[in-house]
Nanobody, 122 residues
Framework: VQLVESGGGLVQAGGSLRLSCVAS????????MGWFRQAPGKEREFVAA????????YNTDSVKGRFTISRVNSKNTVYLQMNSLKPEDTAVYYC????????????????WGKGTQVTVSS
């Protein structure tokens, strides 16, 4: 599976960005998809995930109410809508596919994109 992220950039605190991840190489509609992020000097952390059907989503507590994950299977694309951004959201954001469906340990991911940088200024 190849994953290509886009949509990162520089935004002021309180602003919004929408990240996209296009997948290829396998039947996208059968894959759970997720987003992780890694800030400088910190470990990668789980941000959000969505089931293959889109019926179930998960968010880490720090982004609940601000970030929304969604997918369009006909476009092989998963999105991360990020609103009310904070400086602490600054990180490289990665699109992922888990080795085991529904599990979101960073060491258990089967595929990673190269990431897209999100920088939030105060």
């Amino acid at each position: 599976v190849q994953l290509v992220e886009s949509g990162g950039g520089l935004v002021q605190a309180g602003g919004s960005l929408r990240l996209s991840c296009v997948a290829s190489g396998r039947t996208f509609s059968s894959l759970d998809m997720g987003w992780f992020r890694q800030a400088p000097g910190k470990e990668r952390e789980f941000v959000a995930a969505i089931s293959w059907s889109g019926s179930t989503t998960y968010n880490t507590d720090s982004v609940k109410g601000r970030f929304t994950i969604s997918r369009v299977n006909s476009k092989n694309t998963v999105y991360l809508q990020m609103n009310s951004l904070k400086p602490e959201d600054t990180a490289v954001y990665y699109c992922t596919v888990p080795s085991v469906a529904g599990t979101w340990d960073p060491y258990g991911m089967a595929y990673w994109g190269k990431g897209t940088q999100v920088t939030v200024s105060s």
